[in-house]
């Protein structure tokens, strides 16, 4: 109804403003005073995660990405080796899975059949199952043996929008547990990222106040039937969320690609006026910062309309984009957060435009409760 729309046309609007506080609420009272952090819900006794050598992230859609963003967070930090699987792929390949395996299951809704019967799976293989969910007492998180729930509040519109944020949240404070349990080798390092994280909230609100230069991206690129976007590290998952967005709400062609790649076979597709959106990373990353920029280069030398997402601060892009969107900076692992922001608000002002219904796109369910 109108009154729960909050004055907002659609529900994916307003659960698109509501990120900084689904970021907010999804770390409240999860780090002690002493600086420690504390998952209450978390089951497990930190002797059972110490036991764990090997970590397989099972989700669908949107919140697999969340999951690609989590394996390079949760490796980093923990030195676990960690894979990411979509849940209708993981149980009929005969995956090597033990007690010792941690199963990571990301499900908003926590009802999505595919990822159940992925855990249903995981534990008769006798494996240990986390799940991180949105929705209290849903069958995922009744199934796990623990649960890190995501503070997003309802999510009303089918395409997950803060859904996703929180989950990647939930995922980082997973690795970071994960880390702490293990020893404070990496001690230092939590205590950054987690002030770092509470930075977030501020700088999605940023984000969000700058929406309007998307909005007007959105109406000069209306007519456009195809889009890529580029990243790498974890801007590349962030690229696979971007088009994933523009397929389930504008029903245009669009790819994610690693950046690394382009030369490997998207660069053929690129021709005079092809909008390319990039995902830079931070200068930190120097090496693959400079990288991305000579991808640039070759894609606007063959003519790609370049929309260039980059840390402020960051000119060395800006002789070959054709639009710069800034973004706030922030450690690399935790660039999600602030980049995917815009490519929501484009995917959504283009779904709009084109006169599609932005909270229940054609042929999509919110919970595809069959496999
Ligand atoms: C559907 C929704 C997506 C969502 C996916 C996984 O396809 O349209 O937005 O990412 O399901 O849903 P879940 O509830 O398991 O996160």
Redesign the pocket.
């Known amino acids: 109804t109108a009154a729960e729309k909050g004055g907002y046309e659609w529900f994916m609007a307003k659960e698109i403003d509501e990120q900084p506080k689904a970021v907010a609420d999804t770390l409240l009272g999860r780090v002690g005073a002493d600086g420690r952090l504390q998952l209450d819900e978390m089951r497990l006794s930190d002797d059972e995660l110490r036991e764990i050598d090997k970590i397989i992230v099972i ?6 990405y969340a999951g690609l963003v989590a394996k390079y967070a949760i490796e980093h930090w923990t030195r676990i080796p960690c894979e990411v699987e979509l ?1 209708s792929e993981f149980r009929y390949r005969d995956p090597i899975i033990d007690r010792s395996t941690l199963v990571v299951a ?7 059949m ?2 159940l019967m992925a855990i249903r799976y995981a534990r008769q293989q006798r494996a240990r199952v986390l799940s991180i ?3 209290n007492g849903s069958t ?1 998180p009744r199934e796990s043996d623990a649960v890190i729930y995501t503070h997003a509040g309802p999510e009303i519109a ?3 929008t803060k ?2 944020l929180s ?1 990647m949240v939930a995922c980082y404070l997973l690795g970071l547990y994960l880390a702490q349990v293990k020893g404070a080798k990496y001690g230092d390092e939590i205590s950054h990222v987690i002030d770092e994280l509470h930075a977030i909230p501020a700088k999605v609100q940023r984000m969000l106040d700058e929406g309007d230069q998307v909005r007007k991206l959105a109406a000069d690129l209306v007519d456009r039937r195809s889009f890529l976007f580029l990243g790498r590290h974890v801007g590349f998952p962030v690229a696979l969320e971007g088009a ?1 967005k523009l397929k ?1 709400l504008a029903y245009v062609h669009a790819e994610g690609f690693a950046a690394g790649e382009l030369k490997h076979g998207p660069i053929a597709l690129v021709e005079k006026g092809l909008p390319m959106f990039v995902v830079v990373p931070p200068r930190a990353r120097d090496q693959l910062q400079e990288k991305i920029v000579s991808n640039i280069q070759e894609v606007r030398a063959r003519g790609a309309y370049t929309i260039v997402l980059v840390e402020d601060g960051d000119d060395s892009v800006v002789p070959f984009a054709d639009v710069v969107i800034r973004l706030p900076r922030t450690p690399t692992l935790l660039q999600p957060l602030v980049a995917t922001v815009p490519l929501q608000i484009f995917a959504g002002e283009l779904a709009e435009l084109l006169g599609h219904d932005v909270d229940q ?1 054609r042929n ?5 409760t069959v496999e």
């Open positions: 989700a669908c859609g949107t919140a697999s849940a990301i499900s908003q809704s926590g009802e999505t595919d990822t969910c949105n929705t995922i089918v395409a997950s859904g996703f989950q994933l389930e796109p999509l369910a919110k919970s595809v």
